[in-house]
C-alpha cells in the first residue's frame, strides 16, 4: 500500500488543481460582462454578417487532397533512409507509387477539384 501513496498523492494533486484553479478565476473575474466583450472581433474590423456563415464544398475538397497528398508523401522519407539497402527493388517499387499518385493528382486536376474560384 505504501508504494501506491504517490500515485494517490498524484491523483489528487492532478484532479484538485484544475477544480481549484477554476474557482479561484471565477472569484478574480470581473461579474459584469460589457457589449463590446460579447461581440465577435475580426482583426480590429466590424463583423459583417453571421459568423456561421457557409463555405463552398470546395474549400473542403482542396483541404481533403492537400491532407491526402501531404501524407502520402511522408512514405517518401523511410524510402530515402533506406535507399541503398533496397536497391532497385525498392526504386521500381517507389516508381509504381509514385506513379499511382501522380494519377491520382491528374484526375483530381482534370476534374477540376484544384480549381480555387
Do not use: H
Not at 10 to 39: G, I, N, S, Y
Not at 45 to 60: K, M, P, Q
Amino acid at each position: 500500500m505504501a508504494n501506491y501513496l504517490p500515485v494517490l498523492m498524484f491523483m489528487v494533486v492532478a484532479m484538485a488543481f484544475p477544480l481549484v484553479t477554476l474557482a479561484l478565476a471565477k472569484l478574480v473575474r470581473p461579474q459584469k460582462d460589457e457589449a463590446v466583450k460579447l461581440a465577435p472581433y475580426e482583426c480590429g474590423i466590424e463583423a459583417l454578417g453571421d459568423a456561421r456563415g457557409r463555405y463552398s464544398v470546395r474549400f473542403y475538397v482542396i483541404a481533403v487532397l492537400f491532407v491526402v497528398f501531404d501524407v502520402e508523401t511522408i512514405f517518401l522519407f523511410p524510402w530515402a533512409v533506406q535507399y541503398l539497402q533496397l536497391g532497385w527493388f525498392g526504386l521500381l517499387t517507389m516508381g509504381l507509387f509514385l506513379a499511382i499518385l501522380l494519377l491520382g493528382f491528374a484526375y483530381a486536376w482534370k476534374k477540376g477539384a484544384l480549381e480555387w474560384a
